[in-house]
């Protein structure tokens, strides 16, 4: 009877699989991160090939050679990024280290919006990101709440207030009802994960669309040395995204333990930056450089046969 069981819970789980909804991902990279958004593939394929329904992978500057290994990986599509400004994938000066960032992130919205114009759903992740488990619900809840949103580390490091420039303030914040710009002004207001966002197309009109549009005027994105942290600062899309975020009312997660609602089931899942607290319940680790992690994903990649 033991036997049976476990025989009967395999079959179930196979049989659950198969009928779930695909996943598709949305990441940005250019050919300094091409070691990143390789990693960030093979671990998706490790951990999620199954119900992998592509992952859309846009150029922000790759090698002909790198470009050309991308189409050849498995549920792997690569496409060029809709110029919204002459700037967008320039490098650009954005601390004063001499840190340069293509087109201050402003293409971050604009490739959301083309992946959401392919799929009804999308899991946006930076390229330094590491998927460790199956995303079955997390992508469940995606579809089920029409997003899913991450918060930054709860410090005065990651919030709003100590970051947005003026530039910012005149030109957006100051647009918003006087509720909402005490809210994104308040100490306790911090910023999203821009890093890894779930968005279906409902959040289109109100959400990525805004958004969008800013990708239009760097001036919003541009690091103007107005934050009252100072030059090198300012948060770039970052910060953008978060006042919608709490504008919208919309539930930003906290990193960590999270209670993801799917079927009217409530499903603890684990994520976070720091490789430290991570556990076997952990399915993502918001890992940045560290490519080396459980010896690298890389090793996974799953490429087309010829």
């Known amino acids: 009877m033991k036997f049976f069981n476990h025989k009967l819970l395999f079959f179930c789980s196979l049989f659950l699989k198969l009928f779930s909804i695909p996943h598709y991902y949305c990441t940005p990279a250019d050919s300094k991160h091409f070691g990143w958004v390789k990693n960030l593939i093979g671990s998706i394929h490790r951990a999620d090939f199954v119900n992998l329904g592509e992952?859309?992978?846009?150029?922000?500057?790759?090698?002909i050679k790198q470009r050309n290994e991308l189409t050849?990986?498995?549920?792997?599509?690569?496409?060029?990024?809709?110029?919204?400004?002459?700037?967008?994938?320039?490098?650009?000066?954005t601390a004063p280290g001499g840190r340069m960032v293509r087109g201050y992130f402003?293409?971050?919205?604009v490739v959301i919006k083309q992946a959401l114009e392919r799929f009804s759903y999308v899991l946006y992740l930076d390229a330094g990101t590491t998927v460790l488990k199956s995303l079955d619900n997390l992508f469940e809840h995606i579809v089920e709440q029409g997003y899913f949103l991450l918060s930054c580390t709860k410090n005065e490091n990651c919030n709003q207030v100590n970051r947005i420039t003026q530039t910012v303030i005149d030109k957006v914040l100051s647009k918003r009802s006087l509720e909402d710009q005490v809210l994104i002004l308040s100490p306790n207001s911090y910023h999203i994960d821009a890093g890894l966002q779930g968005v279906s197309r409902k959040m289109l009109d109100d959400y990525i669309f805004?958004?969008?549009?800013?990708s239009k005027d760097l001036g919003l994105f541009k690091d103007d040395g107005t934050a009252k942290f100072g030059y090198g600062a300012a948060r770039h899309d970052q910060t953008l995204f978060s006042i919608y975020a709490y504008c919208l009312k919309l539930k930003i997660n906290d990193e960590g333990w999270i209670n993801l609602s799917v079927g009217g089931r409530t499903i603890?899942?684990?994520?976070h930056w720091d490789k430290k607290v991570?556990?076997?319940?952990?399915?993502?680790?918001?890992?940045?450089?560290d490519t080396k992690f459980e010896g690298g994903k890389t090793r996974f990649i799953r490429y087309k046969k010829q």
């Open 106 to 109: 402003a293409w971050k919205p």
């Open 268 to 271: 603890p899942v684990h994520i």
């Open 72 to 93: 050849r990986m498995a549920k792997v599509k690569v496409y060029d990024v809709e110029m919204t400004h002459p700037d967008l994938l320039k490098p650009l000066k």
């Open 278 to 289: 991570l556990n076997k319940d952990s399915v993502i680790y918001r890992s940045r450089g």
């Open 210 to 214: 805004p958004m969008y549009q800013h």
């Open 55 to 63: 992952i859309a992978v846009f150029d922000l500057g790759f090698e």
